[in-house]
């Protein structure tokens, strides 16, 4: 069974901190994707990225960053000097792509809070 | 290229009505799926669609709710007889195809009264 697991359920820093949100999944599929989304306030889903389970290179995006390590079946999220803009819930997701990969089993969701 | 768009974003109903929420997925995109987010629960998938055919409906209730997206026009989710534990955030994703990305709606927020 899939499983989701984001520890930290909130999470308080302040402006121009860096800050990373982690995120521990289990799965029995070789052949996964990870995911993570931001719910801002306004309540929508903003997609941030999308990772194969064959890709473990980590990415950067910006002030974004993703570190994907298969050994600790961990997916974690950090933002380098956060913004007030920055706060919002955010998600991190797995789907099980044998089978199509966009059933996704959300985590929890960690609220972080960017104070100036 | 318009996103996913989902109507109404805020809808109000009684108990005992019926809920009908609309989803237009991306232009070419054929593949929909619906989640739900409730308070204390946080985001599950509800049911999967193809122009047409039900998926996988695995996470939808027994009872009282219904899916659909007929070849022509948008999806829509249907929720008969609400009760109050209905209120929750309901959010479209449509994918262009079976493995490609999906991208999420804004969102219909219900809230039974």
């Known amino acids: 069974a899939q499983k989701v697991t984001q520890a930290q359920t909130e999470i308080s820093v302040v402006e121009k901190e860096d800050v990373t949100l982690d995120c521990v999944y289990e799965?029995?599929?070789?052949?996964?994707?990870l995911f993570w989304y931001k719910q801002p306030p306004s309540g929508e889903l903003v997609f941030l990225i999308r990772?194969?389970?064959?890709?473990?290179q980590n990415e950067i995006s910006g002030r974004y960053s993703w570190n994907f390590q298969k050994s600790t079946s961990s997916f974690n999220f950090t933002i380098t000097a956060s913004q007030v803009v920055d706060s919002a819930v955010y998600f991190c997701?797995?789907?099980?792509?044998?089978?199509?990969?966009?059933?996704?089993?959300f985590g929890a969701g960690t609220i972080l809070r960017v104070k100036s | 290229n318009a996103g996913v768009m989902q109507n109404p974003r805020h809808l109000v109903r009684r108990r005992g009505q019926e809920a009908r929420l609309r989803c237009s997925p991306m232009k070419g995109h054929s593949h929909v799926y619906w989640y739900r987010q409730l308070p204390e629960e946080g985001l599950k998938f509800m049911v999967y669609?193809?122009?047409?055919?039900?998926?996988?409906e695995s996470g939808m209730p027994k009872e009282r709710f219904s899916a659909e997206f007929p070849k022509e026009g948008p999806s829509i989710l249907r929720i008969q007889q609400v009760v109050r534990g209905d209120s929750a955030a309901y959010f479209c994703?449509?994918?262009?195809?079976?493995?490609?990305?999906?991208?999420f709606g804004q969102g219909t927020r219900l809230t039974v009264v």
């Open positions: 669609l193809q122009k047409e055919n039900i998926i996988d």
């Open positions: 799965t029995r599929d070789t052949t996964y994707y």
């Open positions: 994703a449509s994918s262009l195809m079976r493995n490609t990305e999906a991208f």
């Open positions: 997701a797995l789907s099980e792509a044998e089978e199509y990969g966009n059933k996704l089993v």
């Open positions: 990772r194969n389970s064959f890709d473990e």
